[in-house]
């Protein structure tokens, strides 16, 4: 059945307002239907713009497509701008909105490039996810000399400016982000400032300030099953057992091929996670292959096969709205930095399509 017959308007997530829906639509009158990819790692392969666009199957299965983005590579690059519109639906500012970035000294706040992310998805109906309002590695340095009084009164300011500018045009918000460490609540200048709380404060504070945002906690390592999975879960059960405002929760999903989880355990977790209430987004997927011990043909097989069996488990849950690669071309990608050269994304540096983009678009076709 031609994709544009299989999905209906029932279908639609509750939580996706307008903009989104208008994203849907869009998708679902503009795409051309299914092809037989053949899968290619050639450096004479097609490129970005040459294949089938992410989101016409996403589309299709009524899911989120996104990518994490840079205003300063949209500003510059035509081609990264061409192919991240050619492909996704769903855009997040990758550093943009972080406190840090945003607030370098406090009381002086700059959303430039932060809007510059926001006007370019909105001007093309691409959904927005905010990320991210409460995270330890991007505080601003000022926060620590506050007292607990001020310290509250700045996280709350914070919240309800960036959360009140972008209100109607930013569709969720990573409103925490990693406060699971390795045994219980992460040691953060937020838990020692104000205690245990500031989580659900956050949240409560983030829905005054946008009441339709979807609401999201997020965090990674806590994929699967095991401690920090239960951890993660734990806590959210806790928070939503209070009425705190909590309605999505991100599993980022920053895999290595050579050790990653189960897909079935990932499936088991992800379903606990919806039995709460919550919806489920894969946040920031990308998956290093250095370490897997194989040829290079063999590791972008690897590499296809985590990806295609991580969305897979996302199309296969209802509860489970969209998908975010953290970036989408290995020319860009924050692994090289944090863990040592590699090509952890779905195109290569040349813009060209990856065995791992035909896994995903695979997955979101349900093959
Ligand atoms: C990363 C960015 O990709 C880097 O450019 C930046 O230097 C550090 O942060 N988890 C998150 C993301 O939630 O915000 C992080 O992004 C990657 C890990």
């Known amino acids: 059945m031609p994709w544009s017959r299989r999905r209906s308007a029932e279908a639609l997530p509750a939580w996706i307002g307008l903009a989104p829906l208008v994203v849907l639509l869009h998708v679902a009158c503009g795409g051309d239907g299914p092809t037989t990819p053949t899968p290619s790692a050639s450096p004479t392969g097609p490129t970005a713009t040459q294949v089938e666009p992410l989101k016409n199957a996403a589309g299709a299965t009524v899911r989120l497509v996104g990518a994490a983005v840079q205003a300063s590579l949209l500003r510059s690059d035509t081609t990264y701008v061409s192919a991240f519109a050619h492909h996704f639906n769903y ?8 406190w840090a970035q ?17 006007a370019f998805a909105t001007g093309r109906g691409i959904a927005v996810k905010g990320h991210t309002l409460v995270w330890h590695s991007s505080t601003p340095a000022w926060l620590e ?30 409103v925490v982000n990693e406060a699971i460490g390795d045994s219980g609540l992460r040691d ?34 806590g994929e699967g099953l095991g401690r920090k999975s239960d951890d ?29 989880p189960a897909s079935a355990d990932i499936a088991t977790n992800v379903r606990r996670l919806a039995e709460l209430g919550l919806l489920v987004n894969i946040s920031e997927m990308d998956v290093r292959i250095a370490r897997v011990p194989a040829d290079a043909s063999a590791r972008l097989e690897e590499q296809r096969r985590a990806y295609h069996d991580v969305v897979a488990v996302c199309v296969a849950e209802p509860r489970c709205v969209g998908v975010t690669f953290w970036g989408f071309t290995d020319a860009h990608s924050w692994v090289d930095q944090a863990f040592g050269p590699d090509d952890p994304l779905l195109f290569d540096d040349s813009y060209r399509a990856k065995p791992a983009y035909y896994g995903v678009l695979d997955a979101l076709w349900r093959r």
């Not at 009140?164 to 969720?172: E, K, L, S």
């Not at 953060?188 to 956050?202: F, M, Q, S």
């Open 102 to 118: 945003i607030e370098r000294q406090q009381g002086q706040r700059d959303y430039g490039p932060a809007d510059e992310i926001v």
């Open 232 to 260: 993660i879960y734990a806590l959210l059960q806790g928070l939503l057992g209070r009425g705190v405002p909590v309605g999505g929760v991100g599993l980022q999903m920053h895999l290595d091929a050579a050790s990653r």
């Open 188 to 221: 953060t200048v937020y838990l020692r400032k104000l205690g245990p709380d500031y989580i659900a404060e956050a949240f409560r504070i983030a829905r005054e300030a946008d009441p339709d945002a979807l609401l999201i906690y997020n965090d990674y390592g």
């Open 145 to 174: 000399a506050l007292t607990t009084a001020d310290a509250r009164r700045a996280v709350e300011d914070h919240i309800r400016t960036t959360v009140g500018r972008y209100r109607g045009r930013v569709v969720a918000w990573d």
């Open 91 to 98: 855009a997040t500012a990758e550093n943009e909105m972080k």
